[in-house]
């Protein structure tokens, strides 16, 4: 045997051990890497015994003093010495930063909230070098940036010459891995058995004398007509600057329509697209925009066309939008600044709840694709949050307008004084907008920052989700979880429940419109009595209808069959939406607009001119938009802001249990007496005491959010001064749109879950109106015309035409087994995603290891 063939021998044979041993040594060092990394960042942080020691404050004071005026009086004159000096002045302030973690005893006194900027404001000389880009940077590394919005983000004074560079921007290291792994699969045990929900929607009759061949072939033509207005739009989209948003947003509407030829040229420009990361001159990603339009345009294309492309740009794209999940509490940053050098940040403040599920289908539908976990891992995180949250809302199952996903709670100086900070593991110390100190301890649940809630989609895509994610998944994420004590349908009812007994109503309208029923929103003033541990809720709502609102009926429809314990009245109440919702677009000749309406309570609801004029000239139109005020409520009581604060945080805390007591009163005028007391409607958890919950409307709420007094009525008093031709029912419009996707949606929806032809009909005496609306509005020369929105920006049509309306109206007008509710889910933004598995997800993702 030669020498060679005794080392390739040797060499055989060890093979498999070397690979072995290789894999083990990366493996350790990773996570003695990562050991020293938790370990840095203890040491920064503020579970180890810290120095207080003024001396040392006196002294680095003194230090970064000398410095600056080394600085000042000598610049830039030896770049290496002035590296020093600003490396000195890094220490300087580090070491300041660990002295100064002890409060000094003299702490102000103020409001509880704000008693950690008052306690900065006592260190404000030294708690000022935060303002220094570099020693930022180094102390951001540890403590993470807490905003309310990006628009106070006092970063980005800086980040123009602070831009790192693309070698660098190109990869991105997390900071705050997600601790455990959830394998999408545990939630299906098998996929064959799964399939007992197929023929859901099957219809039963289809009139086949009934043709819609014609208007098919009308929303075609809009779509080419659309289309070439917009081609200039597309194909001179600068790479550099945006993604192709708009085009991606089209794609599976151009498959569907089987425009092949558009469509293959779309992939084949989406082909060229690098996702990996943003073009330079996208600043900020808006990653719900992002996730919706572009994700869920790449992943239902490569569900319907199989193009290998699209799906591998889905994945760059998804790896890339992980990064903004990199925060403390693993919730997203919606608004990511990827490239800011200062990346360590808590999600904003300011948010909404609806923003955090509108990424959850697209990324469980993408890890079914690849096999790779981590894109559910992210979105399973945010639903065990909801899901969590839902239990400490004030009324159950609706989230108000606006949430704080940083889940932040800020420690006053009293608890920081005794300690708190050092004993509990969630509390983080952070840096807030004006470059100070504070403490977060951080909820497992988004606490509530509003008390006003709107059926728009700010909310509404939220029960929406937990259809979708059911039938996408053929099984139940919220259900049968430890960590999720709850189900999808028990989620669903309870904000579904909440909003027919109080955002329904019937507005008064002339009689040709008939009989409607629209949605309003809906302001409240909880007031909580800890002595008698109630809960008294003001209810007043706002009769103003939101277009959005229409896609209710679409999500009741769909929810019938998916969750039909309600399923009689949940689908009477989709219809009635949707129906209403009809009528008033073909009155305002296929346009839909936000319109403020007087309600009918009691008697008669239709409207009477004369009776409105009355009322307006005898002053009851005055409003009184802060109606929670003294007389206006029922059998409550009025507390200021503080206290109010302060009983909203004891409730947070304490977790009570829960009875309810219903008084929905129609908005009548109810007197205390007649409420009815019948408690113990939902009894959460016995085991505590019991909060009991009460809802009152408050009196004359029809009057609350309008004004108009006889100054508004015209000279002839017949009808508005101001805007003569709007109709004296409706007390005000605002946002007319023709493109929007709504209505169709319902109507779609209502049709695929009913077979019922009247919706189908309705749909085409929709799209006639619309089309003829568009002829009259924007036409050209020549008896031309233009697909058009009243108001449009700078994007020209909207991109929501192409995605949404007109893809709900040609499948409308399809036969119902085309594109069918059995085997596609649609997205907020109608991409449809396949329900069936394409490949098993048995490959798990090393991500985390
Ligand atoms: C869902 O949860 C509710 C309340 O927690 C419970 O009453 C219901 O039985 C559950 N449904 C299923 C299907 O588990
Ligand atoms: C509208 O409702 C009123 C009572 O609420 C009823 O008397 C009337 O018949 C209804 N009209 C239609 C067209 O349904
Ligand atoms: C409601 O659901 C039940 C089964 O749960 C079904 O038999 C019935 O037909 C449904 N009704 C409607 C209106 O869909
Ligand atoms: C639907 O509308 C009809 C007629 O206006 C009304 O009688 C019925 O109560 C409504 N149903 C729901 C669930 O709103």
């Known amino acids: 045997m030669s020498l060679a063939k005794l080392v390739v021998a040797t060499f055989r044979r060890l093979r498999s051990v070397l690979v072995l041993a290789v894999t083990i040594s990366t493996l350790f060092y990773y996570s003695f890497q990562n050991e020293i990394d938790i370990l840095n960042s203890y040491a920064e942080n503020e579970y180890l015994p810290s120095i207080n020691n003024e001396h040392l404050e006196h002294a680095t004071a003194q230090t970064s003093e000398l410095m600056s005026n080394l600085i000042s009086v000598n610049p830039g004159a030896n770049p290496a010495a002035v590296q020093a000096v600003q490396a000195a002045q890094v220490q300087a302030a580090q070491a300041h930063a660990q002295a100064q973690a002890q409060p000094p005893v003299q702490d102000k006194k103020g409001p509880p909230a704000d008693a950690n900027r008052d306690h900065s404001d006592t260190q404000a000389s030294l708690d000022g070098k935060l303002s220094d880009p570099a020693v930022f940077k180094e102390k951001n590394k540890y403590f993470p940036l807490l905003l309310q919005s990006p628009a106070h ?58 043709s819609y061949k014609e208007d098919r072939n009308d929303v075609r033509k809009l779509l080419v007509k659309s289309w070439d207005q ?27 329509m089987e425009e092949t030829t558009l469509f293959q040229n779309a992939v084949e420009r989406i082909a060229e697209t690098d996702f990996k990361i943003p073009p330079v001159g996208m600043t900020n990603v808006n990653v719900v925009d992002v996730s919706t339009r572009i994700l869920g345009g790449l992943i239902s294309a490569y569900d319907l066309s199989q193009e290998k492309v699209l799906l591998t740009k889905a ?38 709840i609806a923003d955090f599920t509108k990424v959850a289908l697209e990324f469980t539908r993408l890890t079914k694709l690849t096999g790779a976990n981590k894109y559910f891992d992210a979105v399973y995180h945010i639903l065990v949050m909801i899901a969590k949250s839902t239990q400490q809302l004030n009324i159950e199952g609706l989230f108000p307008d606006s949430i704080d996903a940083s889940t932040c709670q800020l420690l006053t100086s009293d608890a920081i004084h005794k300690g708190a900070h050092q004993r509990n593991s969630r509390i983080m110390k952070s840096i807030d907008e004006n470059f100070k100190f504070v403490h977060c301890h951080q909820l497992d649940y988004f606490p509530e920052t509003s008390s006003s809630y709107k059926l728009d989609d700010k909310l509404l895509p939220l029960y929406d989700l937990y259809l979708q994610l059911y039938s996408l998944l053929k099984a139940d994420v919220f259900g049968n979880s430890e960590t999720i004590p709850t189900n999808s349908s028990h989620l669903y009812h309870q ?120 009322d307006i000239m005898s002053g009851k139109y005055i409003g009184f938009a802060n109606g929670f005020s003294s007389g206006a409520t029922i059998g409550a009581v009025k507390l200021d802001t503080p206290a109010e604060k302060k009983i909203k945080r004891s409730l947070m805390n304490k977790k009570p249990s829960i009875k309810e007591a219903i008084n929905v009163a129609g908005g009548g005028d109810v007197d205390d007496e007649d409420i009815p007391k019948d408690v113990a409607k939902d ?65 779609f929806f209502m049709y695929r879950t009913t077979g019922d032809e009247k919706w189908r009909v309705m749909g085409k005496q929709l799209k006639d109106e619309m089309i003829r609306t568009m002829e009259q509005t924007f036409q050209g020369a020549k008896g031309s015309w233009k697909v058009s929105e009243f108001e449009q920006n700078s994007d020209g049509i909207p991109s929501h035409w192409f995605s949404q309306t007109l893809k709900y109206f040609y499948l409308l007008f399809s036969d119902a087994s085309e594109y069918s509710l059995d085997e596609y889910v649609f997205t907020e933004s109608a991409h449809i995603l396949k329900r069936r598995i394409i490949k098993p997800a048995a490959v798990h993702d090393r991500q985390h290891l």
């Open 495 to 614: 904000g579904i429940n909440q909003i027919s007994r109080l955002f329904t109503f019937q507005p008064k309208v002339p009689a040709e419109l008939g009989n409607l029923t629209l949605l309003a929103d809906l302001d409240t003033n909880p007031i909580f009595s800890p002595s008698t541990n109630e809960l008294n809720i003001n209810l007043r709502r706002d009769f103003k209808f939101h277009p959005e609102s229409c896609a209710l009926g679409a999500t009741l429809a769909y929810g019938s069959k998916l969750f039909p314990e309600n399923n009689v009245t949940d689908l009477a109440l989709a219809g009635n939406v949707t129906e209403s919702c009809f009528k008033l677009a073909m009155y305002m000749k296929g346009t839909l607009a936000e319109v403020s309406l007087d309600p009918c309570i009691g008697g008669n609801c239709v409207f009477d001119a004369a009776a409105k004029l009355d």
């Open 230 to 256: 917009q081609r200039l739009h597309f194909l001179s989209m600068n790479m550099e600057k945006m993604w192709p948003i708009g085009l991606v947003d089209a794609l599976d509407t151009l498959y569907i």
């Open 315 to 352: 994945r760059e794209l998804a790896d890339f939008l992980l990064r903004a999940f990199d925060t403390p509490n693993r919730i997203p940053l919606l608004n990511y600044a990827w490239k800011s050098p200062y990346k360590n940040r808590f999600p904003y403040m300011e948010a909404n």
């Open 153 to 210: 983000d006092p970063t980005n004074q800086w980040t123009q010459e602070e831009t790192p560079s693309m070698k660098e921007l190109a990869v991105h290291k997390e900071k705050y891995p997600l601790m455990y792994e959830l394998s999408l699969s545990s939630f299906y045990a098998d996929d064959t058995v799964q399939e007992s929900t197929k023929g859901l929607f099957a219809l039963v009759s289809s009139d086949p004398k009934v």
């Open 683 to 747: 009894e959460i958890d016995g085991s505590e005491k019991t909060t009991i919950k009460t809802y009152h409307f408050i009196k004359d709420e029809q009057f609350t959010n309008v004004y108009h007094t006889s100054n508004s009525i015209n000279n002839d008093k017949n009808g508005w001064k101001y805007d003569e031709k709007r109709p004296l029912w409706i007390n005000g419009l605002s946002h007319q749109q023709l493109t929007s996707p709504d209505l169709i949606k319902a109507i």
